[in-house]
């Protein structure tokens, strides 16, 4: 709910960012206090964990001294970065906006919407709809026309997106967007997933829809760690998952590679979906 935010009040950027700042601390409090409890691992990726915790308490921290400094702010401003993440910019200090858990914004979002517009006139539930960004609205990229090959939209840092021709060219290129966001949503959540000492067993990657929670479930492991998040491009395009997981792999190991995601051609192996 940030696009809407651009010609807000000062009051209400501050309200909002201050509910954002509210909620990341008592989100990464709970992820501190779950991660305390969780004696399921061998000592290597207690070790990782450890060094987690160590990060992330450091990281709340910074959360609240953010949280006091919006309170004597000048100026408090709110939009989207490039890959649709929120910044609050508090006077002259960008604060990205990260949740421990990706899926943790999208639990949140309602709630967030909830209290902001019981504070602050959204004008209607369609006004209140709009304060969200399309998906993928702020992936930069453009069509790739070679002779020879097939059309491609595609981004800036190289994922590309093949289609057997131009027709809806509008229509093509928002699929793209949408597949793009899903990735970079799914990248994030894994790079967390690693981050917390939990292992990534590339062939045994599955995504599969969850009715009970209405979102996707990502399944990491042979022990069942999982994720879920809302990944509908993702699930319903043509996506080449070998080409995929090979992006994700590098992006996880903190390397930059080109890939083409979706082919002309259909789908292709990777990783499977129930």
Excluded at 23 to 41: M, W
Excluded at 76 to 86: C, E, G, T, W
Excluded at 211 to 222: G, K, M, P, Y
């Amino acid at each position: 709910m940030v696009g809407g935010l651009a010609d807000a009040t000062p009051a209400a950027r501050l309200d909002f960012a201050v509910l954002v700042v509210d909620a990341l601390i008592g989100a990464y409090e709970a992820e501190l206090e779950r991660a305390l409890q969780d004696r399921r691992r061998g000592p290597d990726a207690q070790r990782r964990l450890a060094s987690w915790r160590q990060a992330t308490a450091g990281y709340v921290q910074e959360l609240r001294a953010a949280q006091a400094a919006l309170y004597v702010a000048r100026r408090v401003d709110v939009h989207l970065d490039r890959y649709d993440r929120i910044v609050l910019q508090i006077d002259d200090r960008p604060l990205w906006v990260a949740w421990p858990r990706v899926d943790a914004w999208v639990l949140v979002e309602p709630l967030l919407a909830m209290e902001f517009c019981r504070r602050h006139p959204c004008g209607s539930a369609e006004r209140a709809a709009s304060l969200r960004a399309p998906p993928g609205s702020s992936v930069t990229g453009s069509w790739a026309l070679v002779q020879g090959q097939p059309p491609a939209w595609a981004t800036v840092d190289g994922l590309r997106c093949e289609f057997s021709d131009l027709s809806d060219r509008p229509g093509k290129e928002a699929l793209c967007r949408a597949v793009v966001a899903d990735l970079q949503q799914l990248a994030s959540a894994l790079r967390a997933t690693v981050a917390r000492g939990e292992v990534i067993q590339w062939e045994r990657l599955t995504l599969q829809s969850d009715a009970a929670s209405a979102r996707h479930r990502i399944t990491v492991n042979d022990e069942g760690d999982h994720l879920l998040l809302l990944l509908p491009a993702l699930a319903a395009a043509p996506v080449d998952w070998a080409e995929t997981g090979r992006w994700l792999r590098r992006q996880i190991a903190g390397r930059v590679v080109d890939a083409t995601v979706v082919r002309a051609s259909g789908p292709h192996g990777g990783a499977r979906r129930r």
